[in-house]
């Protein structure tokens, strides 16, 4: 028995800028809840991940609001590049606590195709100077709390939320 298998991309860099802007809500919306990084900076941010995502080099963003090293509420974004079957909702949802200490860090995961050379040409481009780092993104102190889908013609980021 033999079969063959095609794999077409249902959507285009237009469908990920649209899906980039809710993420880009959302870190806003953290930033000024949070006050642990200015808007501004949030934006840089938000203006990588989108680079990131248009080359296929996004695998997940994890946002982290920590109070001396102790997690407090945190988000991952998983990049789906089959979410046909998601629904597009708006952003919100992610008004976070101030605290004392506050230290928002980001993590980004990386598809196997962002090499030594995508990393040499990407970074001229990129707002926030990245560095790599060993975090660990697994919340396990944290709750899931729930979550929200994020996606325009089979290109989407699947939202899940942990609080303490």
Known sequence: MSYAVTETETYTTTDIATVVRRFTADIVMIAQSSRAITEAKARDYAHDVELLAKEGYLKKVD?????????????QYIVNTAANDLTMVRPGGVMWPQVENAYLRIVISYTSDYDDAARERMKKKFKV??????????????????GRDYASNGWGLQRQDYAA
Do not use: I, Y
């Open 129 to 146: 100077g990245w560095s790599p780092t060993n975090a660990d993104t697994s919340h396990v102190g944290l709750s899931r709390t729930g």
């Open 63 to 75: 946002l982290t609001l920590l109070s001396a090293d102790v997690e407090v509420r945190a988000c």
